[in-house]
């Protein structure tokens, strides 16, 4: 299911890239814009894990640098019968998480500077279990997918504002002022929406994963309120918009407006669904 779930979003957005470029370039345009989409398939399904992790500064470190971290990981991944994923840290202080790769056996996982300060270790590895959950449910890879596509259409929208400052050479992207407008405006929107599809539903299956998984459901709670309130005080505003849905929280939280589009369901109802499965757990 996740296969073909996959193939449909490479399919939209693919879509959307080649109405773009029919729109500034007629059919050239179009069939320009078809190479690229295929490279961008093409490349986000074999390098997603690679580019993820570099658009997000992630940096890899060794045993030795970070030993408790490779413990909790390589102990939840043995529970999980999953191969021990690489471990990376993002030198932020804003407190946040993500996983991503193709399948299990090419899975990352990266942690902020901040979120390790801020969790006890038991909440570090609920947080930890929750980014192995996205592991062991296979929706790493259509997340990642999600993320580096979004970031190629928010490029495409970014080139369009260009041609609306210095125009095209054929004068076609002055011809319908409205759909020009309109192109730009949806395109962030529609790949926004698309992300926001395959991730909440995610959030809330990770969630009860990583749960069952270090068995302690409040735990996890615990550590989603902490980086919820972390995030209010320090958001984590250098974090890349494209890959928004592949972190544990929102990189920022932003107003009303931009919450509608939110990849992530709200933190309060991760919370309370935690603590409906923490209680069924004692009953």
Same mark, same amino acid.
């Given at each position: ?5 996959? !193939?449909?979003?490479?399919? $939209?957005?693919?879509?959307?890239? !080649?109405? !773009? %470029? ?12 078809? $190479? ?22 992630? =940096?890899?470190? @060794?045993?030795? =640098?970070?030993?408790? #971290? ?19 840290? $993002? ?22 500077? %901040? ?17 192995? %959950? ?6 790493? #890879? ?10 190629? $259409? ?17 004068? =076609? ?40 998984? /270090? ?9 989603? @309120? ?11 505003? @250098? ?8 972190? !544990? ?7 009303? /407006? ?26």
């Amino acid at each position: 299911m996740n296969f073909l779930k996959t !193939i449909l979003l490479l399919g $939209i957005l693919s879509g959307f890239m !080649i109405a !773009i %470029g029919n729109y500034f370039g007629g059919q050239q345009g179009m069939i320009i814009a078809l $190479i690229f989409a295929l490279i961008t398939n093409v490349v986000s399904f074999w390098f997603s894990a690679p580019l993820a992790l570099k658009m997000s500064g992630a =940096q890899p470190v @060794e045993r030795s =640098q970070a030993p408790e #971290l490779y413990a909790i990981v390589e102990t939840l991944a043995q529970r999980a019968n999953l191969p021990v994923p690489t471990i990376h840290i $993002i030198p932020s202080q804003a407190a946040n998480a993500f996983a991503t790769g193709r399948d299990p056996k090419h899975s990352a996982i990266a942690v902020t500077e %901040g979120i390790m300060r801020i969790l006890d270790r038991d909440e570090l590895i609920s947080v930890l279990a929750h980014e192995l %959950g996205h592991v062991r449910n296979r929706d790493i #890879l259509i997340t990642t997918i999600a993320a580096v596509m979004a970031g190629a $259409i928010i490029a495409l929208a970014q080139f369009a504002q260009q041609q609306a400052l210095y125009g095209s050479r054929d004068g =076609q992207a002055n011809r319908n002022p409205i759909a020009f407008f309109l192109l730009i405006l949806l395109a962030p929107i529609a790949a926004s929406l698309v992300q926001l599809a395959v991730s909440r539903t995610r959030e809330f299956e990770a969630d009860a994963t990583g749960a069952r998984m /270090c068995k302690e459901p409040l735990e996890l709670a615990s550590a989603l @309120e902490k980086v919820d309130q972390a995030s209010k005080v320090v958001p984590f505003t @250098e974090a890349n918009p494209a890959l928004s849905s592949l972190y !544990i929280m929102k990189p920022d939280p932003g107003n009303w /407006c931009a919450n509608l589009f939110s990849t992530h369901p709200s933190t309060a109802e991760r919370i309370a669904r935690l603590e409906k499965m923490a209680q069924s757990q004692l009953s």
